[in-house]
């Protein structure tokens, strides 16, 4: 099963300048306590995989990538197709960026979306791909609130229309 885990402002937005432009906490351990779930795998575009703080703990680190050089903690994944094809019926997040969930979506491979919707607009200049017509909610948390701000957890199932 396909995953795809990210945080969304008002337009979709997920960045801005190559960074999230926001921080909360509870968000991140969400993040965190959703990608250790269901085998723990995690692929992860390299630009995006940049901005973190060196590889997921306790998770299997994959990073979508041309570049040749090793990371430590990570395995690079040069084909995109192929890398999916051997996960086919196994486990497995994507954990972004922009370019990462639109090749994902526009293929039909997410099975289950899990959307933090965050209730502002940060003018970003990074989006996630529409998924509203190809995609259906089945679970939505209240708000909740913290560093300034109201969000909810979404899960969503691929529409079978």
Not at 10 to 28: H, N, S, T
Not at 67 to 73: D, N
Not at 96 to 101: M, R
Request: aromatic share 12%.
């Amino acid at each position: 099963m396909i995953r795809l885990i990210v945080a969304i402002d008002r337009k979709r937005g997920i960045a801005k300048d190559g960074v999230q432009p926001w921080k909360i906490p509870e968000d991140e351990q969400y993040f965190a306590s959703q990608t250790k779930t269901h085998g723990g795998v995690v692929l992860i575009g390299s630009s995006t995989f940049k901005t973190f703080k060196g590889p997921l703990k306790d998770r299997q680190n994959f990073v979508l990538t041309h570049a040749q050089e090793p990371i430590q903690g990570a395995t690079l994944v040069h084909d995109l197709a192929q890398f999916l094809d051997k996960y086919q019926g196994k486990d497995l997040w994507v954990a972004g960026g922009a370019s990462l969930y639109q090749q994902i979506i526009d293929a039909n491979l997410a099975d289950e979306l899990y959307i933090t919707h965050i209730d502002a607009d940060f003018d970003c200049d990074q989006f996630f791909p529409d998924y509203e017509d190809k995609y259906t909610k089945i679970e939505e948390t209240t708000p909740h609130h913290q560093s300034g701000l109201s969000f909810t957890y979404a899960k969503y199932v691929r529409s079978t229309h």
